[in-house]
């Protein structure tokens, strides 16, 4: 997801649910898939209940991932002299600055199954920005960037 404001454009995932609606979803399929289990080990199937609590556990780290997920932004300010990129995934907030004059931008397209890649390069190193837009955001924010990196000397 995009969200341009003035010299501004904030990044982050596109994400339906909340952490509070994955926990509700979650609980919800827990309580069903629990009394299906119950009912077999009524019936003297208690082979089902390991197999029914791997699922459980299963589901319930892929909710645990998609909640940590959409908690990531990445926030790109475009000031009179540097490109400044402000990061928050995961483990913390990280910032780099790149000189607009001396900065380049690569935009690589959509190859087969990969997805488009916009990078920054500055003093020989590569950061690759804006890796949870679609595509065609990512076209439309390298456009934006190009404008912005035509230094004025």
Known sequence: MLIIEADS???????????????????AIFSVSLTIALFFIYLGAWIVLPFAGLEM?????AFYYLSRCSKHWEVLNL?????VCSY??????????FPRCWAKLLFTPAKGLHPSRLSISYQ??????????????????????????????
């Open 88 to 97: 928050w995934v995961g483990k913390g907030l990280s910032q780099q600055q």
């Open 9 to 27: 454009y904030q990044i982050q995932p596109n994400c339906a649910l909340s952490a509070k609606a994955l926990f509700i979803i979650y609980s």
């Open 124 to 153: 020989g190193q590569w950061f690759e920005i804006a890796r949870w837009l679609t595509d065609e955001e990512k076209q439309f924010l390298a456009d934006k960037l190009r404008q912005y990196f035509q230094c004025q000397l």
């Open 79 to 83: 000031e009179e002299h540097q490109l």
């Open 57 to 61: 556990l299963a589901l319930g780290l």
